[in-house]
């Protein structure tokens, strides 16, 4: 009884959403499949399915619009009197209109309905593959988390009746699927960390020359490279931020960002089960962005532009988001004597001040509430029934993710701190490179 109340309800929101999405005065003149629509209610009779007076169909096309009340509100007339929308809200209605079918899935209603289009889910098939890629083999708690606090979904029950129905949807079409024979789904985590506090060596001497972990980790570095030579011309936008920061900074910001994402598309098929990558959008956006906006080097019209557009975004590529955070810790100190010894070129006129702002955005980013100087902290926030899973070497420096300050898709994320205040040959301290 309680699954059937879920759907009985979806099948209430479906025969009301065609009225409150066909006249609504924002979304006039909305077409809607008719028969395709009508074939997804349980039960529908299309023989005495009658249409209601406010609706008129098109039997040449076989569409149905409202009269966009009346030809008044945000229409204009079209040919042979009819009315038609104004054409800055012909995108949003054929998106809508493409997305009838996430009206049968119990706990979407015209709001949700909306809310789902806007993140870039245009119909059940998206879903489906968000929940293989992002949920599959988790609790069903973690993708109510995700319709809730990155889809903007208001009710846990809805997020819930999402879920199961996607969740029990993905299960039958496995049905009958050797399972053994697909690929198991990956993990991935995000090495965070100032700049020389040591990312390259902790990910090339440890994952690569480690034969245990050879096999079993693919290694996606910063995408460097890219921001070094830019375009048919060669730019180098990294060498152009530090010599004009004022002028570069939203230009460079956003496409470390787009680079990321690309960078993320590249690896997102490897057959390895632990992906490491190199910093994250959420330490560009938590970290450095916050740091050029401090520094007046982004106005606050361009770090609106780049907020107005990287939740959005973010919300739409799950593969985006971590299974968990490594944060590289060290002294603002410590990671200028090693930024003099590598001598990047275009990090020549990076300062000891600078560094010290980055660090204390990191700080203030993974660790709110702790703050202070480097070295190992005690930052345990695991829930009891966690703890006992994890090593004792590293119970006290795994952590969630959590606050008002943090990106809503990365909250409850596991994070670990690693102190990397101490120089390490990894060569000769093999008790190191083993920890």
């Known amino acids: 009884m309680d699954k059937l109340l879920p759907r009985a309800a979806s099948v ?26 009508l074939a997804a209610r349980p039960g529908a009779n299309r023989s005495r399915t009658r249409s209601p007076q406010w609706l008129h169909c098109d039997g040449a096309r076989g569409l149905c619009s409202a009269e966009a009340a009346r030809r008044g509100g945000d229409t204009e007339e079209g040919e042979n009197g009819r009315a038609v929308p104004e054409r800055r809200q012909r995108g949003r209605s054929d998106a809508l209109a493409g997305s009838g079918e996430l009206l049968a899935i119990p706990g979407v209603g015209p709001r949700n309905l909306r809310k789902l289009v806007d993140k870039g889910f245009d119909g059940v098939a998206q879903l489906k593959q968000l929940y293989r890629d992002k949920f599959f083999g988790k609790s069903n ?33 496995m049905k009958g699927t050797n399972t053994s024979k697909l690929p198991k789904r990956r993990l991935t985590f995000c ?55 004022e002028r570069y900074a939203y230009t460079f910001q956003n496409y470390v960002f787009v680079t990321r994402v690309m960078q993320e598309k590249e690896s997102a098929s490897g057959i390895k089960p632990l992906r490491l990558m190199e910093r994250s959008v959420f330490s560009d956006r938590m970290v450095f962005v916050r ?116 990106h809503s898709s990365i909250q409850k994320v596991p994070a670990l701190v690693l102190d990397c205040e101490h120089d390490i040959d990894f060569n000769k301290d093999i008790e190191a490179k083993r920890q």
Not at 204 to 217: K, S
Not at 220 to 234: F, R
């Open 12 to 37: 209430l929101d479906a025969a009301a959403a065609a009225p409150l999405l066909l006249s609504s005065p924002r979304m006039p003149a909305l077409h809607l499949a008719c028969s395709s629509f």
């Open 141 to 173: 708690e973690k993708m109510v988390e995700f319709l809730q606090n990155s889809v903007g979904i208001i009710h846990k029950n809805h997020a819930e009746s999402i879920t199961l129905f996607i969740k029990e949807s993905v299960d039958e079409e």
């Open 191 to 245: 090495v965070e960390g100032n700049i020389s506090v040591g990312k390259t060596t902790f990910l090339q001497r440890i994952a690569n020359e480690t034969i245990e972990l050879r096999d079993l980790v693919e290694i996606v570095p910063e995408p460097i490279a890219k921001w070094q030579d830019v375009g048919p011309e060669h730019f180098n936008i990294l060498d152009a931020f530090y010599a004009e920061p």
């Open 291 to 406: 740091a050029v906006h401090e520094a007046n080097w982004m106005n606050e019209m361009e770090i609106s532009i780049y907020d107005s557009w990287f939740d959005p975004v973010v919300s739409s590529l799950p593969g985006l988001i971590p299974d968990g955070f490594i944060y590289l810790r060290a002294s603002p100190d410590t990671c200028h004597k090693r930024m003099m010894v590598r001598k990047r070129s275009e990090e020549g006129g990076v300062t000891l001040d600078y560094l010290r702002g980055l660090h204390e955005k990191h700080e203030s980013w993974l660790l709110p509430s702790k703050g202070g100087g480097s070295g190992v902290l005690s930052v345990s926030q695991l829930p009891v029934h966690l703890e006992g899973s994890l090593p004792a070497d590293i119970q006290d420096r795994v952590f969630y993710l959590e606050g008002d300050h943090m």
